[in-house]
C-alpha cells in the first residue's frame, strides 16, 4: 500500500512534466527494472567476475558516454546537486562567470546564485539581463577565473531586443584562456524534437561536440528517467569529482541506477521511443488520435452526468512543464465539464479528493480535463469518479431540497 499523502494519481492538467505530480512517469521497462533490483538484493557494488567490491558509478557510465559521445558520465540524485559538485570540485574558493541573463531561479526558491554560493566559488556576472557580448566574458577573465559558465534558460524565455554568447564562442574563450566550460543544460536532450513540433535547442551530444567541458541535466525531465543529475564530459575533469566528499552525499541509489539504465538503453533504438518510452509516447501522440480518445470518453461521462454536467470535447494546448521548452506548446482536445449547480472549482474539487486523485485545469467557467496527459488506462478511473461525483450531486441536491422545503413551512 503506497503511504498516506503520497499515492498514485491521474494528470488531465495537459502540463506533461508536472513538477507536483512527480514529473516524468516510468516507462514500463523501466519500473520493471526497478522492482527487480529493489524486492532482493543486487549486484550495486559488487564485481560478479572477481567478486570484489565494485562501484555503483559504473553501472550507467558506459552507456551514457556511448549515447552523449562523452569521455566520462557521472550520475548523482538531482541536477541540482550535479551542479554544486561542478562547482565545488573545479573551481572552490575562485571565480566563475557567467550572464546576468542566466541567473536563473529554478523553482520553489532555489536559485542559480544560490547554490554558487553553496558551492563555494564566487560568482561573476557579465553583459545586462538581455545583451551579453563575448567580449563582456574576455573583460571579466582573469587570474583566478576558474571555470566559465552557461545556464540554459529553463523555465522562462527573453524575447524583443536581446543578444547572447553562442555556446562554440564561450568553447573558443576557453581555449584562448585555458578555462574549462561548463554547462548547465537543465532539462537536456538526447533525440532532436522538432519533429513534433518543439524547438529544443542544442541536444547534449551537439553541445559537447561544440566543445563544452561539462555538461549537466536532469534524469526526470525530457529524458523521461527517475530523478537523477547526469554529468558528462571530459574524464580528467570528472575524475576530480569522483574523489570530492560530496559525492558519497549526492550519490544515486540502486533504484535510480536500474530506472535510469532502462530508461538509456530506449535511446539507442529513438526510431522506436515513441513505441515505449512514455514520455516520448506523450509528446508524439497525433491530435487525430487525442481527439478520437476525448471523443470516446466524453461520450462515456455524458451519459454518466446524463443533464447534470454538461460534457463537450475542445481543442486545447498541452505544454511540457518541469521548467523545460518554456512558451512551447502541443496542440491536444480536453474534455470540458461545466455545470450550471456547481462552479468549476467545486468540480475540481470533487474529482481531486477522488481515489485515486483525478488533476485537470480551470478554464473559464469549466473544469477540463487534457487528453494528452491522460492514459487510456486511465479511463475506468475517471468513469468511477463521475459516478460517485453523480451521488454527490444528487444527495446535495436533495438536502437543499429539504432545506428549502423546511423553511417554506
Known sequence: MIPSGLKAAINGTGVILHTGLGRSPLSDVASRAV???SQ?????EINTSSGERGSRHDLVSDLLCELTGA???IVVNNNAA???LILNSLAFDREVIISRSELVEIGGAFRVPDVMKAGGVKLVGVGSTNHIELADYRAAVNKNTGLLMSVHQSNFKIGGYNK??????LVSLGKEKNVPVIYDQGSGVLVDLTNYGLECGNTIQESLSCG???VCFSGDKLLGGPQAGLIVGQRELLDIMQTNPMMRAFRADKMVYAALRATMEMFRHPEELYLKHTLMGKIAVTSEELKSRAEFLSEQLRQRFSERVKVSVAKSYAEIGGGALPGQKLPSYSISLSSCTKTNRDLAKRFRVNDPPIF???SGDCFMLDLRTLDECDFPAIERAVDSIVKWIDEKGSAEEKDNFLAIN
Open 360 to 362: 485537470g485545469r480551470l
Open 40 to 44: 532482493g538484493y543486487c549486484t550495486l
Open 164 to 169: 547572447s554568447v553562442p555556446l562554440d564562442s
Open 71 to 73: 569521455e566520462s558520465a
Open 35 to 37: 522492482i527487480e533490483v
Open 82 to 84: 550535479a551542479l554544486m
Open 212 to 214: 563544452v567541458d561539462v
